[in-house]
T-cell receptor
Framework: DTGVSQNPRHKITKRGQNVTFRCDPISEHNRLYWYRQTLGQGPEFLTYFQNEAQLEKSRLLSDRFSAERPKGSFSTLEIQRTEQGDSAMYLC???????????FGSGTRLTVV | EDQVTQSPEALRLQEGESSSLNCSYTVSGLRGLFWYRQDPGKGPEFLFTLYSAGEEKEKERLKATLTKKESFLHITAPKPEDSATYLCAVRGDGGATNKLIFGTGTLLAVQP
């Protein structure tokens, strides 16, 4: 197991287009998180899955954002009708129920032009 | 509302010059304080978790301590490879999840 994997690493899209990111967590981890980080800021919580259930969504997650985790394995984060303000690093992290800290992936850098 | 404040925002040290980074927090029922290291363009890398006041943890040149209101990350005789952004985060007992609330980080530059 090589850790949390995120694809793509970089994405440039035009305003108004839809984008989808993928996260493959550490295989034995049943908890999965999405965070967003802008330059000079710490990561901000977006949403959380335990197995396939989405248990919490931040108010930062507007209606244009949707996340899924089918079968409790990999997860996808989709942004519809992208806006320039969506430009950020999107980070995925995973953890098991027996630990409180979690492991982050390298992130997907989104640039909306 | 849970909140984390880190200081200073940026710190420049000479190689071998020891110093400390500060993390002040407000949280309802602390269930863990976390330190992460983040290199440019990469995700945060886990360093330490502290759970109760008085607890200390060490890893190489780093030592983290915790009081009821703040945590310190002490860096002893730093090397240029210690240059990174250091993030502090807390988990409280509010809500059904174990999401972390992060500070904005301290950007550390160690010059040879």
């Amino acid at each position: 197991d090589t850790g949390v994997s995120q694809n793509p690493r970089h994405k440039i899209t035009k305003r108004g287009q839809n984008v989808t990111f993928r996260c493959d967590p550490i295989s034995e981890h049943n908890r999965l998180y999405w965070y967003r980080q802008t330059l000079g800021q710490g990561p901000e919580f977006l949403t959380y899955f335990q197995n396939e259930a989405q248990l919490e969504k931040s108010r930062l997650l507007s209606d244009r954002f949707s996340a899924e985790r089918p079968k409790g394995s990999f997860s996808t984060l989709e942004i519809q009708r992208t806006e320039q303000g969506d430009s950020a690093m999107y980070l995925c992290a995973s953890s098991s129920t027996s630990m409180y800290g979690y492991t982050f992936g390298s992130g997907t850098r989104l640039t909306v032009v | 509302e849970d909140q984390v404040t880190q200081s200073p925002e940026a710190l420049r040290l000479q190689e071998g010059e020891s110093s400390s980074l500060n993390c002040s927090y407000t949280v309802s029922g602390l269930r863990g304080l976390f330190w992460y290291r983040q290199d440019p363009g990469k995700g945060p890398e886990f360093l330490f978790t502290l759970y109760s006041a008085g607890e200390e943890k060490e890893k190489e040149r780093l030592k983290a301590t915790l009081t009821k209101k703040e945590s310190f990350l002490h860096i002893t005789a730093p090397k240029p490879e210690d240059s990174a952004t250091y993030l502090c985060a807390v988990r409280g007992d509010g809500g059904a999840t174990n999401k972390l609330i992060f500070g904005t980080g301290t950007l550390l530059a160690v010059q040879p």
